[in-house]
């Protein structure tokens, strides 16, 4: 019974992930998918996805994150990965300038294709690698705030503002949705829309 009324309250929502290639974006993912830090990964190619599901406010809110590639020869494809998308992840190298600088042409991006605002966290990544910042807190919170988002500094290694950034985001696509008859946030209103979900999860 109390997996069905989870499935009644549960919503469904897309959000990529951007940010330059190596600033640990697919890291990112794995630590909370996995709570694990991947140690050998490749740098995506296009763009992948997982399912990962946050619970919130007495709800559970299924997150399709997109993993996307952050080589220049793949940002033609952004816009399509943008397609319905409810929320975005920007993540930057807080040990490599060159990252950070990278924002405002992320931001860009995400104005220019979507039809509607995302809810958006600014992800300064490598926070166990402090002592070798080019990047201060300030200066990450700052431009952030200019954007109407949120800051976090994060590590993949050790996990540090990993739960919280995802906690976020989840509440704040639960606001959306609350708020606004919002088509990228889908309510999961039976069992088995949740059963067909998880049948397409293990196929991809």
Aim: proline share 2%; net charge negative; with cysteine.
């Amino acid at each position: 019974m109390n997996n069905y009324r989870e499935q009644l309250t549960s919503v469904r929502a897309k959000v990529v992930v951007v940010g330059a290639t190596g600033v640990g974006k697919t890291s990112i993912i794995m630590r909370q998918d996995n709570h694990e830090f991947a140690t050998k990964l490749s740098p995506t190619l296009g763009a992948s996805f997982i399912s990962t599901n946050v619970q919130v406010d007495g709800q559970t809110v299924e997150m399709q994150l997109w993993d996307t590639a952050g080589q220049e020869r793949f940002r033609s494809m952004v816009p399509m990965y943008l397609r319905n998308a409810a929320g975005a992840f920007i993540v930057y190298d807080m040990t490599a300038l060159p990252t950070f600088n990278d924002l405002p042409a992320w931001m860009e991006d995400l104005n220019r294709w979507t039809d509607q605002p995302l809810k958006i966290c600014i992800l300064a990544n490598k926070s166990d690698l402090a002592s070798q910042r080019q990047v201060t807190a300030a200066e990450g919170a700052a431009f952030a705030e200019s954007f109407g988002a949120h800051f976090y500094e994060t590590s993949a290694l050790n996990g540090n503002g990993i739960e919280q950034c995802f906690r976020d985001m989840a509440h704040a696509l639960l606001v959306k949705k609350e708020d606004s008859a919002d088509a990228s946030i889908l309510t999961l209103s039976d069992r088995h829309s949740g059963l067909s979900q998880r049948e397409n999860k293990q196929c991809c």
